[in-house]
């Protein structure tokens, strides 16, 4: 019950690309992306007030 195999990290990879397919990946992280920029940018407005 501790640590995953290679075996367990494959069938998970599957699954992702079954479920969001390969070009659907890409433009998740890059949302995510700009999420990230968006509160640090967020973050450091508050500090300069």
Request: charged letters at 25%; zero cysteines; a negative charge.
């Amino acid at each position: 019950m501790g640590s995953f195999s290679a075996w367990h990290w494959l069938i998970v990879l599957a699954i992702v690309l079954l479920l969001f397919g390969r070009g659907k990946i890409p433009e998740l992280m890059g949302d995510v992306a700009q999420g990230i920029r968006a509160f640090k940018k967020g973050v450091e407005d508050e500090k300069d007030e």
